[in-house]
């Protein structure tokens, strides 16, 4: 089993050391491998991703955006409904201003048949519950027939004896659990609406019918948003996961999106947090570069087929295009979507977006370490 403190829906991430009292007792788990990397090696996906690294160097030097390739991963959102009112969740809140819906099945797969080429990874979520959508098994069976990875983010609640075995037959490669307290209070404190009980039990349950099952899939990770209210359970979580048998354990800093939320949430442990919180102000910790490797390897996808450049555009702000009306190449290459980059070239800070996003700063990883 590993541990890491990173940021939400990071795939890339450096991390920085965090010593814990109970980090030895987790030493005795080997390493597992995430990801079986050779499997989805393509000489086309090798060559793309070469072109998608070079055109970003040279886009940094020349301070204009080139871009050769296509990305490597993609987050494509199921739906934006959810079954929990999370306080800094606008899904769960009710404060998207789009329209709320699911994803068809063929418009899945029509989206798959366009990226599956150079792309090799898809986390099936962004906003919203993934398991509200009732077409995600058939989406994650045609993305991994087409040799795609599939990542997908729950909270677990819809977890149940009635569909266990469903979930587990088509099991996206790896399923994150979102768990955030280890008791009702801790729990319900940010995951309004659910309960600690059902979360607990919806990830034993999955666990304990994969070993019966004898299945590899899907690699399990819990997830932990580290906050004021749980930061006392971070050595407990670890234990708890260990119990579980969980491939994985990961603590998230907490994304706030209000001064007012950050003096209630951020932890006391200023090392758990990604902000300086002073003079009625939040601040990411590190100096913001201009520049944003997740606008030349990466592309978010709502549920109704708009594309907008990363995960931190909840409510698509940015729209750049709609896949209803023009194929995902046009819209990476169009006009929209190079004068992004070009903003966030010359001046990362005049989007306010972009100055509450850790994209390519290390602050947001701790590795526990003996
Ligand atoms: S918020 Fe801005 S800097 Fe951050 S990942 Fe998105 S586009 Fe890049």
Redesign the pocket.
């Known amino acids: 089993m590993e541990f890491y403190y990173h940021a939400k829906q990071s795939a890339f991430w450096n991390p920085i050391p965090l010593s814990l009292k109970n980090a030895e007792t987790y030493k005795k788990y080997s390493s597992i491998l995430e990801i079986n990397i050779l499997k989805y090696i393509t000489l086309r996906r090798i060559a793309n991703a070469a072109k998608v690294v070079s055109s970003f160097i040279a886009s940094i030097t020349l301070r204009k955006p080139i871009v050769w390739g296509m990305p490597i991963s993609y987050s494509v959102e199921p739906t934006n409904h959810c079954n929990l009112q999370c306080p800094e969740c606008p899904s769960g809140l009710g404060a998207l201003t789009r329209p709320l819906g699911l994803l068809k099945l063929e418009d899945f797969k029509s989206f798959v048949d366009q990226i599956k080429h150079d792309g090799f990874y898809v986390q099936l979520y962004f906003q919203g519950e993934p398991y509200i959508n009732k077409n995600l098994p058939g989406m994650i069976e045609y993305a991994q027939k087409n040799n795609i990875y599939i990542s997908v983010s729950t909270n677990g609640l819809l977890v149940s004896e009635k569909n266990i075995d469903n979930i587990l037959e088509s099991a996206p490669d790896k399923l994150i659990f979102s768990i955030d307290g280890l008791d009702e209070e801790t729990y319900q404190n940010y995951r309004v609406g659910g309960t600690f009980k059902d979360a607990d039990s919806g990830l034993k349950l999955l666990l304990k019918r994969k070993k019966e099952l004898k299945k590899k899939k899907p690699f399990v990770e819990l997830q932990f948003i580290v906050m004021k209210q749980n930061e006392h359970q971070i050595d407990d979580v670890l234990k708890y996961g260990e119990d579980a048998g969980v491939d994985k354990v990961v603590l998230k800093t907490m994304q706030v999106s209000s001064y007012e939320n950050a003096l209630h949430f951020l932890p006391s442990n200023k090392k758990y947090r990604r902000y300086i919180v002073e003079d009625g102000k939040i601040r990411i910790k590190n100096k ?1 570069r201009n ?5 030349w390897r990466t592309s978010v996808i709502t549920w109704d087929g708009k594309v907008v ?5 909840k409510d698509a702000n ?1 729209e750049l295009g709609k896949l209803s009306s023009l194929s995902f190449k046009e819209i990476w290459t169009s006009e929209g979507y190079t004068d ?1 980059r070009k903003g ?1 070239l010359d001046n ?1 800070t005049g ?1 306010s ?8 700063l290390k602050i947001n990883i701790l590795q526990i370490e003996n």
């Open positions: 913001l520049h944003c490797f997740a606008l450049p990363c995960c931190f555009d940015y992004f966030v990362r989007l977006m972009c100055t509450n996003c850790t994209e390519g």
